[in-house]
């Protein structure tokens, strides 16, 4: 079943479920590295904004024969339900055009300038090498966060607060929340995971390779840009942009080559990573004497 049949019938078949109950529309959305995802928004009376289902996965698990068409529409509907007891704070979103309401929510994430070119034109955006911070507005649940807004122009020109205050409010958010770098057998001990689980070497269990993220995980990368945290480890580093949420440190005495970052970078993002989760295809490299980062050109 082709991708526009397969849409097609599973919003005939939400549509006849709900009846009259929730109105049942699909929209596009741009997201991270351009990708266009088709949203199902699924609505009840007197609500001013619904939760985003995207559709796009669920036809991989078609065509994988992971899941039947009845399955996909039972998790939807399941999806949503769900999603009406979270405790999400609807009031939240209302509120998302008035500065002060917000300005304690935004924080800055990176994402590639030349994987974006359509999705920058409508955000606002500052250059980072050949990379572009952007805002984002994060939402929360009664415990934690679960989703985010991106900050458009529109909205900023609503704020009335010019791009460098947006800026600086985003660091200082970011500095508050609380980024960190851990050795990184510390980080896969964590995860209940240890060399011999993963059948990985001693060398890649190095305890002089580091993870820098924020303590969700949600687009930790933009810990790069906090120069302080990199000066804690005391030496020059590669930054390996493993994706938007996190990177990887390598001290750079560790005799590794730039050349051989790169590919694990490259293998990385081919085989591990959604599309949008993408970040860059190179190494990066922080200076401990100048404490800047750097594009780390190969010998």
């Not at 990176?110 to 070119?117: A, G, I, P, W």
């Not at 966060?145 to 200082?172: C, F, N, P, R, W």
């Amino acid at each position: 079943m082709e991708y526009k049949e397969f849409k097609d019938e599973v919003l005939t078949r939400l549509v006849d479920y709900y009846g009259e109950d929730a109105s049942v529309t699909v929209s596009t959305t741009l997201k991270n590295n351009d990708i266009k995802l088709d949203g199902i928004h699924i609505c009840y009376e007197g609500e001013k904004v619904s939760p985003v289902i995207y559709l796009n996965p669920f036809y991989h698990r078609y065509l994988d024969d992971v899941q039947t068409i009845d399955e996909i529409v039972e998790d939807i509907i399941d999806t949503r339900k769900n999603a009406s007891q979270s405790g999400f704070d609807y009031d939240e979103i209302t509120s998302l055009d008035h500065w002060e309401a917000v300005k304690d929510k935004i924080f800055p994430i990176l994402l590639s300038t030349s994987m974006n070119e359509e999705l920058l034109q409508k955000l606002v955006s500052k250059k980072f090498l050949d990379l572009s911070i952007v805002y984002v507005i994060r939402l929360t649940s009664n415990s934690s966060d679960t989703g985010s807004v991106k900050i458009t122009h529109d909205l900023l020109k609503g704020y009335g607060v010019s791009e460098h205050a947006l800026y600086a409010q985003a660091m200082v958010n970011m500095d508050r929340e609380g980024y960190a770098i851990q050795d990184i057998a510390s980080v896969l001990r964590s995860m209940g995971l240890n060399s011999d689980s993963l059948d990985m070497d001693r060398d890649t269990m190095d305890p002089q390779m580091f993870v820098l993220s924020n303590k969700n995980k949600l687009y930790g990368a933009a810990g790069i840009l906090n120069n302080r945290l990199l000066r804690s480890i005391g030496k020059d580093l590669y930054i390996l942009p493993s994706s938007v949420h996190e990177t990887i440190l390598v001290p750079a005495d560790v005799g590794t080559s730039v050349e051989q970052l790169n590919q694990m970078i490259t293998e990385v993002n081919d085989t591990q990573l959604d599309p949008e989760e993408r970040l860059s295809d190179h190494a990066y490299y922080y200076d401990f004497k100048t404490n800047k980062v750097s594009i780390k050109a190969a010998a």
